[in-house]
């Protein structure tokens, strides 16, 4: 295996995420979500929201259009192990979020098919005001590949 701790802490350039209520609606029917208060602003202002807000899987729409870690990983070994979303609030449309990829883990399990590692990936959304919204954690799996 190839990756070694000194990943854990590296990060991605700042990028900057601008929320809109087209790409919420867009977003709630692609994953089948008819929830009105993600598209309707009529019934969303007399909820305890007050307003639309984004669902809650929202956040991986976000990491993907950012920029990536500066660290080479060979995508043929990824997989996508598991996705987790820590909220301090609600997405909301018409904010600006400021966002930053972050590797926070690396850990060794053994697998049917040899070691196998797990590469921990936080995406931070932050606020204009640097308050934190969301973090997006993902779950990397680094296989080794087969001999021949």
């Known amino acids: 295996m190839d990756l070694d701790k000194s990943v854990i802490g590296v990060t991605s350039d700042v990028f900057v995420f601008e929320v809109e209520k087209g790409h919420i609606r867009r977003f709630a029917q692609a994953i089948g979500d008819r929830?009105?208060?993600?598209i309707e602003e009529e019934f969303a202002s007399h909820t305890p929201y007050g307003g639309i807000i984004a669902p809650p899987t929202f956040p991986i729409a976000i990491a993907t259009q950012g920029i990536g870690l500066p660290i080479k990983?060979?995508?043929r070994r990824m997989m996508h192990g598991e996705q987790e979303f820590i909220y301090h609030r609600p997405i909301r449309p018409g904010e600006n979020l400021y966002c930053q990829l972050r590797v926070t883990?690396?850990?060794?399990?053994?697998?049917r098919s040899g070691k196998m590692q797990f590469l921990v990936i936080d995406t931070e959304m932050k606020d204009e005001h640097g308050e934190l919204v969301v973090i997006s954690?993902?779950?990397?799996?680094?296989?080794?590949?087969?001999?021949?």
């Open 137 to 148: 954690r993902m779950n990397i799996v680094y296989r080794q590949l087969p001999t021949k």
């Open 35 to 38: 929830n009105r208060l993600y």
């Open 73 to 75: 990983l060979d995508e």
């Open 105 to 111: 883990d690396l850990y060794e399990r053994e697998g």
